[in-house]
């Protein structure tokens, strides 16, 4: 099996592009089933192609492992996300990447260890991964290699994260979002902070916020029970659901959006109405949403200070010159890991021949086996018929090397040669020796 990758990444896609092929966890496990059965139809109805999707604010990759050639694994890949998308090849091309082979191996590892992220050294997109793995599981389109890939992907993270300080010095988004907010208002004391969501990026951002004692924290969810939980975790704030978002927008002077809606929550509407109540007074709107949960129409409007996960990547690319030996080491760790892993692979293309001389050899002991208790029974001498069972299981398991060996074309025959000694142990193999 061969391994390849494509994808678009926050390096090689615009946030306007990646919220379109973004892929909720609500709807990977449709994506996953479309896909295997997408490359079935392609001719590989003599395999069942492995499928994993990760899809974050920063990525979405589609991996696949099949063994056929990469031209045309790439070009059914694409095929799939144009369709399943409905996006023209035009908007796609210049702004995907094709990994095959050893190239995708080391960049799964890289992204899982926070190499290829934002946020340089973040830990956040191994837990993706690993839920992007449960999905896939339960949607039975992970076979033997790309399980084993994966658990082998968590490994180097945690080896990765072990013996390097990679995220000592990171900066996180949640860290990152309150110094732009501080940059607006200052002293965040006197200010109301208005949440909309109560996933795990919500939850460590409001942390971060929290640790400023706002004047009020509120958790806007389409279920209050959870926000309700968030707000007990933080210890301070107030739950309410989504319905109530509009009445409560006037009172935000900071508001951070996370969810996993395919529309905008919060659009230009719902903001100039919240702007003409305050009378004009700023408001700082963090959107850390793929699809984005506020229109971008609202960036134009005075007043509004709108930040995408985008426009935080100078404040988190900070420390980045601290990490640079950190990067050296995780990638030493990494290459280690793919040659690991590449010999594990190339010993599976050997295993079918190691069972078939297997099970040829147990049918050879077994038949002979066979004819030496008939012997016995006849009255035979057990000495002379151990020895006679003993010469014809060394003429049969030899009989196959010796007959190539002897058929063999001049060149064969020298490779023969080469590596028949090797195989059966040979001490002596000089031809001018006696």
């Known amino acids: 099996m061969e391994l390849f990758a494509v994808g678009f990444n926050y390096n090689s896609a615009p946030l306007a592009l990646r919220e379109r092929v973004a892929l909720p966890c609500e709807l990977l496990s449709n994506a996953l089933t479309n896909l295997r059965h997408f490359l079935a139809n392609k001719h590989l109805n003599d395999l069942k192609p492995d499928i994993f999707i990760i899809s974050t604010c920063n990525r979405t990759e589609f991996y696949c492992s099949v063994k ?31 990994l095959s082979k050893e190239q995708a191996l080391r960049h799964l590892f890289r992204v899982a260890c926070g190499l290829d992220s934002m946020v340089l050294g973040e830990a956040q997109i191994l837990g993706q991964i690993k839920k992007a793995t449960q999905i896939a599981q339960q949607a039975d389109t ?16 945690k080896d990765v994260r072990s013996h390097t300080q990679i995220g000592v010095h990171s900066t996180s988004m949640a860290s990152a ?23 795990e990026m919500i939850r460590q951002t409001a942390t971060y916020f929290a ?22 975790t933080l210890g301070q704030g107030k739950a309410i659901s989504l319905i109530e978002l509009p009445n409560e927008l006037p009172k935000a002077d900071i508001i951070i959006s996370c969810t996993a809606s395919p529309l905008p929550i919060i ?10 109540i305050r009378k004009n007074k700023p408001m700082f709107m963090l959107d850390l949403a793929v699809p984005r949960d506020i229109e971008h129409q609202v960036s134009k409007l005075s007043d509004i200070f709108l930040y995408t996960v985008d426009d935080l990547s100078q404040i988190v690319q900070q420390g980045k010159q601290q990490r640079v030996a950190s990067i050296q080491e995780a990638d030493q760790i990494i290459n280690q890991h793919v040659a690991e892993f590449l010999k594990w692979t190339d010993e599976l293309t050997i295993v079918p021949v190691i069972q078939n001389i297997r099970d040829q050899g147990e049918e050879i002991v077994q038949y002979e086996l066979a004819h030496g ?36 074309p001049e060149q064969e025959r020298e490779i023969l040669l080469k590596w028949l000694p090797k195989i059966f142990n040979l001490k002596n193999t000089d031809s001018n020796n006696p």
């Not at 992970?142 to 993270?157: D, E, M, N, P, R």
């Not at 640790?211 to 007990?232: C, K, V, Y």
């Not at 719902?270 to 003409?276: L, P, R, T, W, Y």
């Open 211 to 232: 640790a400023e004692q706002p004047l009020q924290l509120t958790i806007a969810n389409r279920s209050p029970e959870r926000a309700q939980q968030l707000i007990q």
């Open 177 to 199: 979002g309150v110094k732009l907010a501080k940059r607006i208002f200052g002293d965040l004391s006197q200010r109301q902070v208005l949440f909309v969501g109560a996933g």
């Open 68 to 98: 056929r050639e990469p031209e045309l694994v790439q070009a059914w890949l694409l095929d799939w996300i144009y369709h399943y998308h409905q996006i023209a090849a035009s908007e796609l091309l210049s702004h995907l990447y094709f």
């Open 142 to 157: 992970l076979g033997k290699y790309l399980h084993h890939l994966l658990q082998k992907t968590f490994s180097v993270a």
């Open 373 to 408: 208790k008939k012997l016995l029974n006849r009255g035979n001498e057990a000495l002379s018929t151990l020895e006679l069972m003993a010469n014809r299981l060394s003429a049969k398991f030899l009989h196959g090397s010796m007959r190539a060996l002897h058929e063999a």
């Open 267 to 276: 659009g230009l509407g719902m903001v100039q109405s919240a702007k003409k």
